[in-house]
C-alpha cells in the first residue's frame, strides 16, 4: 500500500524557515518524480513545485509564487522528499500535501496518483 | 490567477447527468487530470489523461476533451459524489504544472 506521510508543519514567524518532510513507503521511492502541492484555508489548490526522479536528472522546477524562496530535495536512500522554505510569508499559510507524480507523468499528461494527509504551516507574527 | 477555468459552482439532481468543465489554452496540448476532494480530507486523483480512472473510482465518473475545454462527467450521480473538483494540468509553457480553482459540486 502507498502511503505518504508529511511532517514538520507548524507556526512560525514572517521571515523565518521551515522543512517539511515526507517519507514514503510501498513503492520504489526512486522511481519517482515528486510534487508538492498546497492550500491555503478556504482555498483550492496550487502546485508548488516537483522534482524528477535521479533517472531524469533528479532536478527541480517550482511555481513562480515560491521560486528563489522554496527548494526540493530528496534522500531515496531514506525515501524522503523535503520541502526547505525560506523567507516564508503570511501567504504561504497554508496545507502542504506531498504528492507522486503518476507514471508518464511529464508527456501529454501531468498527474498525481496518491497525496498524503497533509501538514499545516502557518506563517504569523 | 489560475491559467486554469473552472465554474465555482454547478448542482446536479441525484441520479442525473452532470459535467464539470475546465478551460485553458494549455489544454490543447495536454490532458486534463481530475481530482475529488471532500471536506477535511486530501485529494483523490478520480480520472487522469484521456480517460483514465484509477482503481477504485466508480465507472460513473469519465472525462473527456475537445479544444480548449476539458470536462469531467458523472453519470448518475450519487450523494457521495458531493465535493470540490479540480482539474490540472501543465502550463502554456509545458515546464510547470497548474490547477483550475476547484468546482463545488452539490447534489440534491
Known amino acids: 500500500e502507498v502511503q505518504l506521510v508529511e511532517s514538520g508543519g507548524g507556526l512560525v514567524q514572517p521571515g523565518r524557515s521551515l522543512r517539511l518532510s515526507c517519507t514514503a513507503s510501498?513503492?520504489?521511492?526512486?522511481?519517482?518524480?515528486m510534487s508538492w502541492v498546497r492550500q491555503a484555508p478556504g482555498k483550492g489548490l496550487e502546485w508548488v513545485g516537483f522534482i524528477r526522479s535521479k533517472a531524469y536528472g533528479g532536478t527541480t522546477e517550482y511555481a513562480a509564487s515560491v521560486k528563489g524562496r522554496f527548494t526540493i530535495s530528496r534522500d531515496d536512500s531514506k525515501s524522503i522528499a523535503y520541502l526547505q522554505m525560506n523567507s516564508l510569508k503570511t501567504e504561504d499559510t497554508a496545507v502542504y500535501y506531498c504528492t507522486r507524480d503518476g507514471p508518464g507523468s511529464g508527456y501529454e499528461v501531468w498527474y498525481f496518483d496518491y497525496w498524503g494527509q497533509g501538514t499545516l504551516v502557518t506563517v504569523s507574527s | 490567477s489560475s491559467e486554469l477555468t473552472q465554474d465555482p459552482a454547478v448542482s446536479v439532481a441525484l441520479g442525473q447527468t452532470v459535467r464539470i468543465t475546465c478551460q485553458g489554452d494549455?489544454?490543447?496540448?495536454?490532458?486534463a487530470s481530475w481530482y475529488q476532494q471532500k471536506p477535511g480530507q486530501a485529494p483523490v486523483l478520480v480520472i487522469y489523461?484521456?480517460?483514465n480512472r484509477p482503481s477504485g473510482i466508480p465507472d460513473r465518473f469519465s472525462g473527456s476533451s475537445s479544444g480548449n475545454t476539458a470536462s469531467l462527467t458523472i453519470t448518475g450521480a450519487q450523494a457521495e459524489d458531493e465535493a470540490d473538483y479540480y482539474c490540472n494540468s501543465r502550463d502554456s509553457s509545458g515546464n510547470l504544472v497548474v490547477f483550475g480553482g476547484g468546482t463545488k459540486l452539490t447534489v440534491l
Open positions: 510501498g513503492f520504489t521511492f526512486g522511481d519517482y518524480a
Open positions: 494549455s489544454l490543447r496540448s495536454y490532458y
Open positions: 489523461g484521456k480517460n
